[in-house]
């Protein structure tokens, strides 16, 4: 049988529909959070944050939404591309040093 | 220059070889990190050094070692590794603590054997 965690939660979209990546976060305390992106054999990039202080914050193709009532962030990314093809993870802090990631998921862009 | 480099790219060591990792930074940052990334898993953090101190021990067993020797540099000493190290082992920076960004590097994908 397969073991938890083996694979990831996966998302499929058709190329130029819109993406929407949920991300569950652990600690009613965290007030900072990070949105990554990470193709295959590369480190985490950077795509968009927000602070516990706002609930939406727009950039290029993407919008982050924070709901604290329920401890929950998505990425929204907008007119899909091949390019956008990767595994997303959400990070986490409480104003320390220590970023916290969420298990991730993997987009996959359908031609 | 807004980017951390860390060398070697790849590595392969026997139990009981000695190496190190190496990271580097000329963006300014005062806080260097060490995450280990299984396949399919998120980053988990090891050690955080603020201001070329160690700050944060996850708890990493001894056998990984890290080493801060300037605000530029981070080093992470490996000796007596076992198969199940074996990872893609990243160090990031950051301005300072929370609410800032972390750059990660590319990485470096450890096979123990």
């Known amino acids: 049988g397969e073991s938890v965690g083996l694979h990831l939660p996966t998302l499929s979209v058709q190329e130029g529909d819109n993406s929407i990546i949920n991300c569950a976060y652990s600690n009613s305390a965290s007030d900072y959070f990070i949105w990554y992106k990470q193709e295959s054999g590369k480190g985490p990039q950077f795509i968009i944050d927000?602070?516990?202080?706002?609930d939406k914050r727009q950039g290029q193709r993407v919008t982050v939404l924070l709901n604290k009532t329920v401890k929950h962030l998505s990425l929204q990314i907008a007119a899909t591309q091949p390019g956008d093809s990767a595994v997303y993870f959400c990070a986490e802090n409480k104003g320390t040093y220590k970023y916290i990631f969420g298990t991730g998921t993997r987009l996959k862009v359908l031609a | 220059d807004t980017e951390v480099t860390q060398t070697p790219k790849h590595l392969v060591m026997g139990m009981t070889n000695k190496k190190s990792l190496k990271c580097e930074q000329h963006m300014g940052h005062r806080a260097m990190y060490w995450y280990k990334q299984k396949a399919k898993k998120p980053p988990e953090l090891m050690f955080v050094?603020?201001?070329?101190?160690?700050?944060i021990n996850e708890s990493v067993p001894s056998r990984f070692s890290p080493e801060c020797p300037n605000s530029s540099l981070l080093n992470l000493h490996l000796h007596a590794l076992q198969p199940e190290d074996s990872a893609l082992y990243l160090c990031?920076?950051?301005?300072?603590?929370?609410?800032?960004?972390?750059?990660f590097g590319q990485g470096t994908r450890l096979t123990v054997v």
């Open positions: 927000i602070r516990s202080n706002m």
């Open positions: 050094y603020s201001y070329e101190k160690l700050s």
């Open positions: 990031a920076s950051s301005p300072k603590a929370g609410d800032t960004e972390a750059f």
